[in-house]
């Protein structure tokens, strides 16, 4: 079935960037979050709706997108797991 071909593709690419983030959004077919535990995904889910939530609405009044360094990324990484 062809279907069953793009949903194994769609799979086997969600569970590739899954390997290096903790959640994905995925064109037309909404976001995706994992984490240790099942109020760990919802709490990423909700974070990362809200995020792209302010994107967009800095978008339509004509706002950038600031791409922060990738140390500081590092940084907060470290200080959100001690928390």
Known sequence: MPGSILAK???????????SSRGAILQCHGLMTVGKTMRDAATRAMML???AKILLYCKQFGGEL?????EWVERLSQFAAFL
């Open 49 to 51: 709706e809200e995020t």
């Open 9 to 19: 593709e769609l799979a086997d690419a969600v569970g590739e960037a899954l390997k």
């Open 66 to 70: 600031a791409v922060i360094p990738d």
